[in-house]
């Protein structure tokens, strides 16, 4: 992980919390105070993408933070940044590593504590859901491409409470991104969360793209990513930030909306992997 440098924010690699390093993007020349959005990583670690997502918030005026959420973890860092090794945190871990990061941002002096959003892509999905379920300061969560899977309602050593009574905790708005293509996140899986989002009067809003693979998102990866639809995803989050901030969701009114663009035919055991 590099300090690097973007158009619009100006970033750097801070330490924080129990042995948390994480990399910050602030909105360049402007004082703020400005909403922030918490961003967890996708598998691989604190890669370039999640860099990338990261430093585009700032540009956009809002305070990123992506912890490193493998921080505390000892094994082989480039062989998990090639995806040939995985590490699998606990729901105690996140609380730890997320909540770290809640705690920074929300003692910032740039930040406006009212206005702080959690984000997850691929396993980072549910990742939002668990910190909110415990930590009301979240206004917002944006769930891309994951949270739904199988295995986030299996119950184990790392989550030894079922996934459906994480969601009872839930208390902020929710905006779910998905694939059609995806061979991860089935139809069906997106489905059962909003059934179960619907049984517990959780406010949300679900949008299913048309032929979309896993990983469509992440402008590193040629071979999956879609500049534009990618782009509209974008411009989703963005509203629904906005809207969010300008009090569209009020907490005495549940809402729900899911859009959708499949095929009638549509078969979840065809869907690959791709490159």
Not at 212 to 241: Q, V
């Amino acid at each position: 992980m590099q300090d690097l440098s973007y158009p619009g924010a100006i970033t750097s690699v801070v330490n924080f919390g129990d042995r948390v390093k994480g990399f910050l993007a602030v909105p360049e020349n402007q004082s703020g105070p400005f909403g922030a959005v918490i961003l967890g990583h996708e598998r691989y670690g604190l890669v370039q993408h999640t860099l990338d997502l990261t430093a585009k918030f700032a540009a956009h005026g809002y305070v990123g933070l992506a912890p490193d959420l493998f921080s505390r973890w000892e094994g082989d860092v480039e062989a998990l940044n090639r995806g040939d090794v995985r590490v699998t945190l606990t729901d105690d871990d996140l609380r730890s590593y997320l909540g770290d990061s809640l705690d920074y941002l929300l003692n910032h002096p740039q930040v406006d504590p009212n206005r702080i959003a959690a984000m997850g892509v691929c396993q980072s999905g549910d990742y939002p859901l668990v910190l909110n379920s415990v930590r009301k300061e979240i206004c917002a969560n944006i769930v891309v491409y994951g949270g739904a899977q199988a295995r986030v309602w299996e119950v184990d050593e790392a989550r030894p409470v079922p996934y459906e009574t994480i969601l009872d905790g839930i208390q902020a708005p929710i905006l779910g991104i998905f694939g059609e293509h995806d061979q991860v996140v089935s139809v069906d899986d997106v489905r059962h969360l909003q059934d179960v989002l619907q049984a517990k009067r959780k406010t949300y809003e679900f949008k299913l793209f048309r032929e979309m693979p896993h990983g469509w998102f992440n402008s590193t990866m040629p071979g999956r990513y879609r500049p534009k639809e990618a782009e509209e995803a974008w411009s989703l989050i963005l509203d629904f930030l906005n809207r969010v901030h300008e009090g569209g969701f009020p907490q005495d009114r549940v809402i729900w909306k899911f859009e959708s663009d499949i095929a009638p035919d549509y078969d979840f055991t065809t869907k690959v992997r791709l490159a």
